[in-house]
């Protein structure tokens, strides 16, 4: 693999939001001219916070934490959005192309063991451009895309060479409820294009000697209410077009949040034998590296990493150990 150079890259994916086809809505709005369209973001990059974040799965968050951006603004749409407070209601400040590269530096010092994107998509050519200035001031940590996982598989082959880590969600394996509750088209079709573009970049997920991530695929499974979310059938996928050595994070998180009050089938918790129907699943057919959660302990009052963008200290967790 040849070496990316990351200010051609920046200059042509930059020349792509003036007619912005970013991701699979294809809006076609000029970004550049302050034109917005559906995640209603423009040209100047909006973050929410950069910090070390100690609760990301065991190889991302290894011991120092993971150097984790959160980026304001999303394609996509979900009712259930526990980040719907940057999502969607873009809590957020403007932050020029060198404060993001100052903020990957100043998180590199820090010690953490990669810098972690999340909801990077949107803003991926203001991410290159930040990163050639961080890799030409001795960035070398890990680079890992965090994402809900609605991208244009095209856009992702430019990143060949670029992201180290990608830990996408497959939310869906029906168009139907990704468009109800997330309010996009082609899920099924876009996410697993894109994740096939990822593994045949990264491979599985490849750990040193002190178990911390530094390459490959981590695919994260939110399991829902009603199994809402069909993660069976993704199981088939993955089973199927990549690999049953793919790393797998099982989460029992799902609490009703934001809008998800408003929709009968979401306005609950999952139950234990709801879990363990799609854990005991993925033993059926042969995975056997990654994670899980335990149910019972991931009450709201117990979860410590529930975050509240509005506050300084986002999660429970930064509170109890300051």
């Known amino acids: 693999m040849k070496k990316k150079n990351l200010g051609q890259l920046a200059n042509s994916l930059d020349k792509i939001l003036t007619k912005c086809v970013i991701c699979p809505h294809k809006c076609r709005v000029n970004r550049k001219k302050g034109e917005k369209g559906f995640c209603d973001a423009g040209y100047g990059t909006l973050m929410s916070s950069a910090m070390p974040h100690h609760g990301e799965e065991p190889p991302i968050s290894g011991i ?3 150097g984790t951006i959160f980026f304001s603004h999303c394609n996509m749409k979900c009712v259930y ?4 407070q940057i999502s969607q209601e873009h ?5 020029s192309i060198a404060n993001l590269a100052a903020s990957m530096l100043n998180l590199q010092n820090l010690g953490c063991h990669n810098i972690n994107l999340v ?3 949107i803003w991926i050519p203001q991410i290159i451009k930040a990163l050639e200035i961080a890799k030409s001031g001795g960035l070398d940590i890990p680079l890992v895309f965090n994402t809900g996982g609605y991208e244009n598989p095209q856009i992702i082959k430019m990143l060949d060479g670029v992201v180290d880590i990608y830990m996408p ?3 869906y394996s029906s168009n139907i409820y990704a468009e109800k509750y997330s309010k996009i088209k082609d899920y099924v079709k876009y996410n697993r294009l894109s994740l096939k573009e990822m593994f045949e970049q990264v491979g599985a997920l490849k750990v040193d000697a002190n178990g911390i991530a530094v390459k490959g695929i981590l695919i994260r499974l939110l399991v829902m209410p009603d199994n809402i979310g069909g993660i069976k059938e993704t199981l088939d996928f993955i089973k199927k077009e990549l690999s049953t050595d793919v790393y797998l994070s099982i989460m029992a998180q799902y609490h009703p949040t934001y809008k998800a009050y408003n929709y009968s089938k979401l306005n609950r918790r999952i139950t234990a034998e709801e879990y363990l129907e799609v854990t005991n699943y993925s033993k059926e057919l042969g995975f056997s590296s990654g994670w899980t959660q335990d149910h019972i302990s991931l009450s709201i009052e117990k979860n410590l990493f529930i975050p509240n963008f509005k506050d300084k200290k986002i999660f429970k967790f930064h509170k109890k150990n300051k």
């Open 81 to 84: 959005c526990q980040n719907y």
């Open 64 to 66: 120092r934490g993971s």
């Open 169 to 171: 969600d497959m939310r």
């Open 119 to 121: 909801s990077p998509t």
């Open 91 to 95: 809590e957020g400040r403007k932050t």
